[in-house]
């Protein structure tokens, strides 16, 4: 993948941090409204082994409230100049789907990649947008928009229209020349906990596409409900879904806790290694 004329590998696993600089996302941990507070998380995700960093405005939680853009760039705009005046090698994408957000996160920030949880289907500019800026695009599926993904959640054969929400967007990008696509399958966007763990049980389906996967499972309702717990105990819960996606082909795992994640990764790659051969 390119970022601004670097090649991140993604045929080892990754690590993207979370920073909302927002007051509402579903875990408190993540939420970081100051420029300093946010340098602060930073700094210590690049010390636990975060190979970029995911940094949003615009709560996605289910039921969040549909900010404008003014406002959405008011929180991200101090956070990123803090994070690119000391970090200004540190990958970084921005989570929006909004073509005018992503236009001044890559201009005036020099953000590296946009991540897109509407996969263009929150405004038709997005993939026209990613094309000039010839940025690294990550898609994601989700059903309906975060208001109203809850009522959204039905399927007659979930991974044959997932399947076929990617062939279709990932053709339209082809087509306008836009040539790092990572899919996220969105998990917790518009499915139920069933749905989740089908979607992960099956998610190898999508090495169909021969293109980078996302996940992000982070402290997700699909653990922490199914272990009668509130997001911020959710944390052993999280290391065991990533290690799962990760042996079902993910390339990336998007979290708010990196160390666990590379330590998961770690262990992963040593479980690998030492399975025997065929003499």
Known sequence: MRCHGRLLDLSHPRVMGIVNVTPDSFYPGSRQTEANEVLSQVDRMVGEGADMIDVGGYSSRPGAEDI????ELSRLRPALEHIRRHHPDLVLSVDTFRPEVARIAVDDYDVDMINDIS???MDSKMFETIADLNVPYIAMHMKGTPQNMKEKAHYREMMKEITRYFSEK????RRLGVKDIILDPGFGFGKTIEHNYELLSRLDELKIFEMPLMVGL????MIYKVLGVDPGQALNGTTVLNTLALERGANILRV??????REAIIIR???AHSAPTDE
């Open 218 to 221: 982070s402290r997700k309702s």
């Open 170 to 173: 990932t053709d339209r990008l």
């Open 256 to 261: 708010h806790d990196v160390k666990q994640a």
């Open 119 to 121: 996969g263009g289907e």
């Open 68 to 71: 404008p853009q003014q406002e």
């Open 269 to 271: 790659d040593k479980m």
